[in-house]
């Protein structure tokens, strides 16, 4: 039987199919178009070259890309856990009656999150129910989402659902208390607590893909109708963000992430 090649024709929907690790290797190359919109039209070497990589890293890439899926013993594409899809499957109605984007970001959270897991040997046991039910208390109150008390609110009930969820799918009793308990602080910098985050990897590598959101693809628009800023203005706010220097990123994997959706952004500027 024919193996199938890729190579610069290949459109990035169909490398996923020919080599189920290619999502990592476009990723360490800084290609996070696997899961954006244009997967299905843009060729591999066309995402290349609007991402500024030249002859030769193409060609690099391509080889890696072929390679590496001769080795099968290697890396095998983590699918996601089944009990995170169980959890995800009762926190989706919360979801619904919450804030509009937050199916969209939890959903691009999870795979991120799978990745800096895999990466920096993060324990995903944690991290991955946090990520998935950190905002699910948005869906029960009011409206308005930039209010202090609200803020402290949502961090109270999201509590509240997340431990009723996490026992409804039999998850370990210890792994609930800590969960429960990240979801009770996870935006405790708002009232001025940046030490939590330094202390604990898990509430760190969070805190960082929650802030990451807003330079992605899709947040990066929304936010910039609820902040009323243009690309540029946007741009800005991240750069010059609080975050940064409170909360500086707490591994190298979540820092690549977000200066790739930075430069992807800047670069769309330039179109
Ligand atoms: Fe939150
Ligand atoms: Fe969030």
């Known amino acids: 039987m024919k193996t199938k090649k890729i190579t610069g024709k290949t459109k990035f929907d169909k490398i996923m199919e020919i080599n189920p690790d290619a999502g990592m290797i476009l990723f360490e190359h800084g290609l996070h178009c696997v899961g954006c ?14 991402h500024g990589m030249g002859k030769k890293e193409i060609k690099e890439l391509i080889d890696k890309l072929n390679k590496k899926k001769k080795n099968k013993t290697v890396n095998e594409k ?5 009990i995170y899809l169980k ?11 919450g804030r509009p984007m937050d199916i969209d970001h939890i959903k691009w959270m999870i795979q991120d999150a799978l990745i800096v897991c895999q990466k920096e040997k993060i324990d995903d046991s944690l991290l991955l129910p946090l990520v998935i039910l950190h905002d699910v208390g948005y869906g029960v109150g009011e409206k308005v989402y930039f209010n202090k008390d609200l803020k402290h609110k949502h961090m109270k009930i999201g509590a509240k659902i997340a431990k009723k969820i996490l026992k409804k799918v039999k998850y370990p009793k210890e792994k609930i208390k800590k ?20 202390k604990d990897i898990i509430l760190g590598t969070f805190t960082d893909l929650d802030y990451i959101w807003m330079a992605t693809p899709k947040g990066f628009p929304i936010f910039m109708k609820i902040l009323n800023k243009n690309s540029k203005e946007m741009l800005e706010y991240l750069w010059t963000n609080e975050k940064l220097k409170n909360r500086s990123f707490v591994t190298k994997t979540t820092k690549k992430i977000y200066n790739n959706y930075v430069r992807d952004r800047k670069e769309e500027m330039k179109k």
Do not use: R
């Not at 919109?37 to 066309?46: F, P, Y």
């Open 179 to 198: 969960i429960v308990y990240y979801i009770s602080v996870h935006d405790n910098w708002i009232f001025g607590d940046n030490e939590i985050y330094k």
């Open 78 to 82: 983590k699918p996601i856990k089944k």
């Open 87 to 97: 959890i995800w499957k009762l926190a989706k109605p919360y979801y619904e009656k």
């Open 37 to 50: 919109g244009m997967a299905s039209v843009e060729t591999l070497e066309q995402g290349c070259i609007a």
